[in-house]
């Protein structure tokens, strides 16, 4: 008997249009002969299970679903929502509760890396370097000159939950701070201020299958715009990707060496994309940011270093859902 997998797209934010772009990807690739697949579409109106042109309601009770009177049950989940609440740990949790595997780093985990100060501030205790920052909430912010005490410019001023760069700034000058600040508050509650480390951008995927730790060829990114924002990102032509990184084995050594003690750190599953800037000053990596499910479009970073892995997709989701249903036994 093949097993149910439930892969689940959508989500409530604004990031729900880069989980469609990755679902077009993961639904192109997923083995249909290993198993059978259930696009399940969570959305703000509800959660559906699209087949053809129908739209069957999923109980939630149980996660299962009825199409004419043919209840489906399912062995394990193939997470692809990019925000919540697929990353941040709460559909997490819903399926810890109903003892259903699924292809994502768990509830704690998900909800610690989805709060981008909490992240840094977990690795910088165990010695992982990471750039000096300050976390504001929105009800008790400190004022523009108050930050510029604690940090040098330039900063980037971002959403402190959430991903893809929205709401994301890099500012110069301290004039240009309180605009900053609105922006990234129009996003999130909470806001992250760090400063600028200067060097070059890399970015690895890392999953563990069989119990194995593997970092993906390390991907660097030079962005036409004066930082890796959202134009940036999902615009063509405004960033290049090189990948495999053009880079001496000593520097990718440590990048990778980090990712991994992350990736351990962390407790993490599945796959994972962790960004990193090389200081070429004092020759160490600094941690970014950790993003627990990273974008699966055709020209997304981690499907490009599967490829240069040798890998092919079919195989790597295949791994992925294996190693899910195999927690689950």
């Known amino acids: 008997m093949k097993p149910n997998i439930a892969f689940v797209t959508g989500g409530y934010s604004g990031e729900s249009v880069i989980s469609y772009k990755s679902a077009i990807t993961i639904e192109h690739h997923i083995d249909k ?3 059978n697949v259930y696009t399940i579409d969570i959305t703000p109106t509800g959660w559906f299970y699209r087949v053809g042109n129908n739209s069957i309601p999923v109980d939630k009770n149980d996660f299962s679903v009825n199409n004419n009177g043919t209840v489906t049950k399912f062995d394990a989940v193939l997470i692809g929502i990019h925000g919540t609440p697929g990353e941040d740990g709460k559909l997490q949790g819903y399926f810890d509760l109903l003892n259903l595997p699924y292809t994502s780093c768990d509830a704690a985990t998900s909800a610690l890396t989805f709060n981008k100060r909490y992240t840094v501030a977990v690795a910088a205790f165990a010695g992982i370097k990471v750039a000096q920052s300050v976390h504001l909430f929105k ?14 410019l330039p900063v980037f001023v971002k959403p402190n939950n959430g991903g893809s760069s929205i709401g994301m700034s890099k500012v110069h000058m301290a004039e240009e701070l309180p605009a900053a600040l609105e922006k990234a508050f129009k996003e999130d509650d909470q806001v992250l201020v760090e400063e600028f480390i200067k060097g070059r951008e890399f970015t690895i995927g890392v999953f563990k299958t069989r119990g194995e730790i593997i970092t993906l060829p390390i991907t660097e990114v030079i962005s036409k715009k004066d930082f890796f924002d959202y134009e940036a990102k999902y615009t063509a032509g405004m960033a290049t990707e090189i990948t495999p990184a053009e880079v001496a084995e000593t520097v990718a050594e440590k990048i990778r060496q980090n990712a991994r ?3 351990g750190l962390f407790n993490c599953r599945g796959i994972v994309r962790m960004d ?3 200081n070429g000053e004092d020759e160490f990596p600094y941690l970014l940011e950790i993003n627990t ?8 970073i981690v499907p490009q270093q599967v490829k240069a892995f040798n890998w092919t997709l079919k195989a790597f989701y295949s791994a992925l859902i294996d190693e899910a249903l195999l927690a689950g036994k």
């Open 33 to 35: 002969d290993k198993y």
């Open 139 to 152: 009800n008790n912010a400190l004022l523009p000159e108050a930050i510029l005490k604690q940090l040098k």
């Open 261 to 263: 003690k992350v990736y």
């Open 276 to 278: 990193f800037i090389y």
């Open 293 to 300: 499910v990273p974008g699966q479009s055709e020209a997304s």
